[in-house]
């Protein structure tokens, strides 16, 4: 009796273990249903989550606002830098005019002053220059051109004046670096007497080195100024020893002398 019962009891247990297991297979595969339907239901046809549809709409919107929002920016950048390009360039084309009315003022300005020089060079080099020997042994060679007058602001009746600073002293000092083409800043004046009248002078004259030394007639031409006629290149600058202010009372004395005769 023992052992049949214990069958039974084994059986029973076997028979209720083999329920159980059942049960639990039939409620897992359940659950499995349920959740794989959670997991699958939701999504769209594109395989996008339904719950999220929502949210893409809205992140549709927030991208076409972003995208107007920046197309007006960019309407109004593109608008601002058109502003800007035409007021550069009204900007551009005042200062290109500016620099234009520059530019013309000073190649002007530039043109005027190889003008002046061009004339002044045409004066010294355009005529006719004769050079010839001289007799006197002291003079290496004598030239003779037709050289313009120093323009002059002198009016009226002309008086030679041997008095340094005057005016007249000062033109006649350019008519003797015109004819030796010596510079204001490179010329001594060594010595200047009357020439054969009273609107006439000679001057020995040197380049600041003394290695050039002169002697140049220039006479006077009423209303034009003082004019060389003549220039002689010396060996040796013979006046070299003269006193310039004992010459110049000597010739103040001569031209007083003149007007009284």
């Known amino acids: 009796m023992m052992d049949n019962g214990s069958r039974i009891n084994r059986f029973d247990k076997k028979r209720r273990s083999t329920k159980l297991i059942t049960t639990l297979g039939i409620v897992g595969g359940v659950l499995a249903a349920v959740l794989l339907l959670i997991l699958i239901l939701p999504f769209g046809e594109n395989g996008t989550p339904a719950a999220s549809d929502e949210n893409e709409k809205e992140t549709k919107n927030e991208e076409s606002n972003q995208s107007k929002s920046n197309e007006e920016t960019d309407t109004s950048k593109s608008e601002e830098n058109e502003q800007e390009g035409q007021s550069s360039s009204e900007n551009d084309g005042t200062s290109k005019q500016e620099e234009e009315q520059t530019d013309s003022t000073d190649k002007e300005s530039d043109k005027k002053s190889n003008d002046k020089e061009n004339e002044s060079e045409e004066d010294n080099t355009n005529s006719e220059e004769i050079t010839t020997e001289s ?18 602001d002198q009016e009226g009746n002309h008086t030679t004046t041997y008095t340094e600073g005057t005016k007249d002293w000062k033109e006649m000092e350019a008519s003797f670096r015109k004819a030796t083409g010596l510079s204001e800043g490179n010329m001594i004046n060594w010595w200047t007497t009357r020439g054969k009248d009273s609107q006439s002078v000679v001057g020995t004259v040197t380049n600041n080195a003394q290695t050039k030394v002169y002697r140049v007639y220039s006479t006077w031409v009423e209303n034009e100024g003082w004019k060389p006629v003549k220039v002689e290149e010396l060996k040796e600058n013979d006046k070299k020893n003269n006193h310039k202010e004992t010459n110049q009372e000597e010739q103040n004395e001569e031209a007083n002398e003149e007007e009284e005769q």
């Open 135 to 152: 007799d006197d042994p002291n003079v290496v060679k004598t030239i003779k051109k037709d050289w313009e007058p120093i323009v002059t």
